[in-house]
Each structure stands twice: as structure tokens, then as C-alpha cells.
């Protein structure tokens, strides 16, 4: 599958996750082709992942000019927040829309790169370790509450409640005996898999949480008929991205990050 089929599917895994999300003051909406999110009380975070205020532009399924581009960028800077991210993935307009971007005052973001990673599914091997994994319903999940919260800290578990139960949405907990200290989700679009919304309490980190997900997400994706799975990390978060490559996930591409400060 070639980057910009990638960076399509992904377009649509974005728009499901927003689809479900009701955290905070968090909005979004379709505009020039892009996906637009404001989230005023995320505004002043330095870091792409942790600020709502961004664009997010997929491959180019039409022809976008540099009207549609300044319609997209005064749509943030008219949120009135102190800084907002560009994130952009491969199209064939890339070098064309960074040079708009940079005529429009953003700055190439300094800091970790953003691979996406992909590999073919296909029935593979559990991984051995002595933690359960579960598919889990709604009812598990909220019987569960108080230890999923505790696997995302210090960041916001809010995504995987509100995601239960949602179309192409499944959950996925590690157990320690009864209690979950592994979490992730799989999304389902079509023939693609997306592996995201990891995580692993601190203190059972190196139990091969992570690692026994991933394969239990592959082995549901081939279940239900997909071809290709999909993840993406940060390249500073050195054992993530170990245990993707350590299941055959190879990176397809880097998204290029740009920054606007008022």
C-alpha cells in the first residue's frame, strides 16, 4: 500500500475517533480538505500530541490552492490560541503546500518525528507472556474504571470509555491476574487495521503487555478480513516503536509537523 493510500485510510480513522470523542472543549470540522480541531484549554502545550488546536492534512483527494490552505489557517488563528500544529502527510502537493505553510509564518517543528509503520495481517503467534489478554465489552470496561485510568496516567484515559461500543471500535485489556495493566484499541475500516491508544501502567512495564496486544489486535484484524495494519508512534518513545518493528511494522512514512505561535 503506497503512502498516500495510507495517509486516505487514515484520514477516515481520524474522522471515526472524533466521531466518538466528548472530552473537554475539543471541536473539529471539515474545512479545504482538511481536518481542523480547536481545543482552547490544550492551546499553549509546545508538544503536537498533546495540543487540540491542529490541522491534519491527509493526501490530497482534490486539487487544494492556496485559498483553500488560508481559509484552513484562519480558522485557528481565529480560535485566538497561542499555537497550533500543521500536521502533514504525504500528497502529491507536499513541497507546493510547504512552501504556502512557510510564507504563512509556520516554522518546521523541532522535536520527535512522527513515523506511521504498517504491515501485512496475518495470523500470527501469541505472545508469550503470563499476562491475559481480553477483548472486552462495555461492561468489562467500566467494572474496570479505576485501573484503565491508572494504565494511561498521567494523560487522559477519557478516548477509550467513549470509544467502547462504537463502530469498528474493539478493546483490548492484559490482565495481571484480575486486574487490567495493559490497555489499546483496535479501529476496523474496510480491508485496513489501526492499532492505537496504547498503554501500560508504569509499574508493570516489561511484562510484554504491549508486545501480546499487538499480536491479539493482529490476529482480530485477520478475523474480520483485513490486508494491512496500521500504527503510529513517536520516535522518542524508543520501546513503542521497538515492539511495532519487533512485529514486522515497517515505517511507510514520517508526517512533517509544523508550528504557528501568535
Not at 495517509?7 to 479545504?32: F, M, P
Not at 470509555?161 to 495493559?182: I, W
Not at 499480536?215 to 511495532?244: P, Y
Request: charge should be negative; include cysteine; charged fraction near 25%.
Amino acid at each position: 500500500m503506497s503512502p498516500y493510500e495510507v495517509a486516505n485510510h487514515l484520514k477516515v480513522i481520524k474522522q471515526k475517533e472524533l466521531g466518538c470523542s466528548r472530552s473537554g472543549e475539543q471541536r473539529w470540522d471539515e474545512v479545504g480538505g482538511a481536518i481542523v480541531t480547536t481545543d482552547p484549554s490544550s492551546g499553549s502545550s509546545p508538544y503536537p500530541s498533546a495540543n487540540g488546536n491542529a490541522v491534519h492534512y491527509f493526501g490530497c483527494e482534490t486539487t487544494a490552492s492556496r485559498a483553500d490552505l488560508k481559509m484552513v489557517l484562519d480558522t485557528l488563528k481565529g480560535a485566538q490560541v497561542e499555537r497550533f500544529f500543521f500536521w502533514l502527510s504525504p500528497n502529491h502537493q507536499k513541497e507546493e503546500i510547504v512552501t504556502w505553510l512557510l510564507d504563512d509564518g509556520l516554522k518546521p517543528f523541532q522535536g520527535t518525528q512522527y513515523p506511521t509503520l504498517i504491515r501485512p495481517v496475518e495470523e500470527v503467534t501469541p505472545h508469550e507472556t503470563h499476562l491475559r489478554v481480553e477483548r472486552v465489552s462495555r461492561r468489562e470496561v467500566e467494572d474496570c474504571a479505576d485501573a484503565i485510568t491508572h494504565i494511561y496516567e498521567p494523560w487522559s484515559p477519557s478516548f477509550f470509555f467513549d470509544s467502547v461500543n462504537q463502530p469498528g471500535f474493539e478493546h483490548f485489556l492484559a490482565y495481571e491476574n484480575r486486574t487490567p495493566v495493559s490497555a489499546a484499541i483496535l479501529v476496523t475500516h474496510g480491508d485496513f487495521a489501526y492499532l492505537g491508544w496504547a498503554g501500560t501502567a508504569e509499574k508493570h512495564r516489561g511484562k510484554g503487555g504491549q508486545n501480546a496486544l499487538i499480536r491479539a489486535r493482529l490476529n482480530r484484524a485477520a478475523e474480520l478480513g483485513c490486508h494491512i495494519a496500521c500504527s503510529e508512534t513517536l520516535t522518542m518513545l524508543k520501546t513503542s516503536l521497538g515492539n511495532l518493528e519487533r512485529n514486522g511494522f515497517e515505517t511507510v512514512y514520517e508526517k512533517q509537523i509544523f508550528v504557528w505561535e501568535s
